[in-house]
């Protein structure tokens, strides 16, 4: 079991920067895919970032070369740094895990663990 929590949201203006934490607890010594999915109003859960447990990060093409997911493994938290926001990037924001050992996918159901999301609003 994992337990995330999230924090770091808020309002912003475009152009603006915004860093998310998540900090976990639980069993936090096995290798898991871990990410952040975002949902904005009416629309689908969509995965913004995630990284696998070798390292490897992935990017919804939208915020490529703007958002960088990384984490701090001894304190058990994952960030994710948000740059030249953009109104469209207006969503609550979750963080999520996979059971471990698993790479990461792009669709929701594959999560396990999800967070209580944080929200994020960027005006123009």
């Known amino acids: 079991q994992v337990h995330l929590v999230e924090s770091g949201g808020g309002s912003v203006q475009g152009g603006g920067s915004l860093r998310l934490s998540c900090a976990s607890s639980?069993?936090?010594?096995?290798?898991?895919?871990m990410g952040w999915f975002r949902q904005a109003l009416g629309k689908e859960r969509e995965r913004v970032a995630s990284?696998?447990?070798?390292?490897?990060?992935r990017y919804l093409r939208s915020v490529e070369g703007r958002f960088t997911v990384f984490q701090d493994n001894a304190n058990n938290t994952l960030y994710l740094q948000m740059n030249n926001l953009k109104p469209e990037d207006t969503a609550t924001y979750y963080c999520?895990?996979?059971?471990?050992?698993?790479?990461?996918?792009?669709?929701?159901?594959?999560?396990?663990?999800w967070g209580q999301g944080t929200h994020v609003t960027v005006s123009s």
């Open positions: 639980g069993d936090t010594s096995t290798g898991r895919c």
């Open positions: 990284i696998d447990p070798d390292g490897t990060t």
């Open positions: 999520v895990a996979r059971h471990p050992d698993l790479p990461c996918l792009t669709w929701a159901s594959a999560y396990a663990y």
